[in-house]
């Protein structure tokens, strides 16, 4: 190694450290993360506000259309999703009544992880199915949801199983599948309205993503938990999210644990306000959790910390949630003579 470049590697280091030192769960930095987060902290730069005007200007688009076919098939979805009584795939429980042997929050993070691969400058990474490959299952940042991805890897099997079955009764036209890109966007969503958030965050869902055959996103690109304001704005923007987006999508760490540690009072109860009262105490469970309070932000983070206001979030996170399931999808239409679709 010359010397510059080992020169520019001890700086490298000395700031990943320095930012795992200012986080309360310091401990929980793996080893090998070390020199990533220093890279990432020094790659922070954008212009955050021209960024957000812009995207608020033009979020992403939807699919062309969604068809009689695509809400058929949500709904078959949706008894298993929510319902399945299959011993290796239960349902994740009805509205405000979450199974506990599910992982809702897993459930939810997968969602995400399959989309926030998104390199927008370069159209790769996004909303492709690609977290079920061996190469985004075995990274460290997915080392806790692989159970999970064998969860929707079965219900998918029982989603497809049923659909096969109606296409022999012709109450759905030959062809027609789901993609575990959609799979893992209707899971997240049924996690969701299971524990309580937005009650039609899961027929918001929008049906028809194209999964990749075997590419591998990287998985490097998902926000490293040692971000400041300006590097964690900056990952999100260059999305095409706003920052009440990344505020609101934030909310998701209500759900669910760290290393067995809950995040929030309520791990299986979608309360928003209480993740924001961690937030504008600087008590949240990461550093960009605490980041958000700064200037941009903070008076979101106050707002949506008043339960009063839980109406107002629970429609922002949705609308992001929905703008999330976009991120660089390929859509296609399911085949969809009318006069097979049965209501
Ligand atoms: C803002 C940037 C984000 C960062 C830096 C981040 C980072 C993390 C980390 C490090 C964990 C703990 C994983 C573990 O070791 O078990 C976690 C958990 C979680 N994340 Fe995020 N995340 C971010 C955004 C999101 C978004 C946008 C969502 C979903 C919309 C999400 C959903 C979750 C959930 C639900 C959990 C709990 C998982 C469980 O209970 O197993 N996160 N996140």
Known sequence: MTLPKRAASLLLLVLAIAGAQACPFASMVQGGDVEAVGRKLLQATCNVAALD???QASPPAGPPTQTAVDVAVRN???QIIFFSTDRNAPGVGGAGAPNRNVRHGALLRQAFHDCGTYVKTARTGGCNGSLRTAGETG???NRNIVSTVALVQRYRQLINAEINRRIAA???PAGTQISYADVFQLTGAAAVVATGGPANLFDRVEMGRVDWATRT??????PDRNLG???LSCRFLSMGFTLRDMVALSAAHTLGAVNGRAMTPTPQTFDASDYFQLVSRGTAAFRTDNALTDSRTAQLVQRW?????RGEMLAAFADAYIKMGRMNAMWRSYPQPAEYVRA
């Open 53 to 55: 005007r812009t995207n």
């Open 76 to 78: 078959v979805a949706k």
């Open 139 to 141: 990274a460290a940042v």
């Open 170 to 172: 012709k109450q759905l």
């Open 217 to 222: 996103d990287d998985v490097s690109q998902l």
């Open 229 to 231: 304001f300006t590097a």
């Open 305 to 309: 910390s008043n339960s009063a206001n």
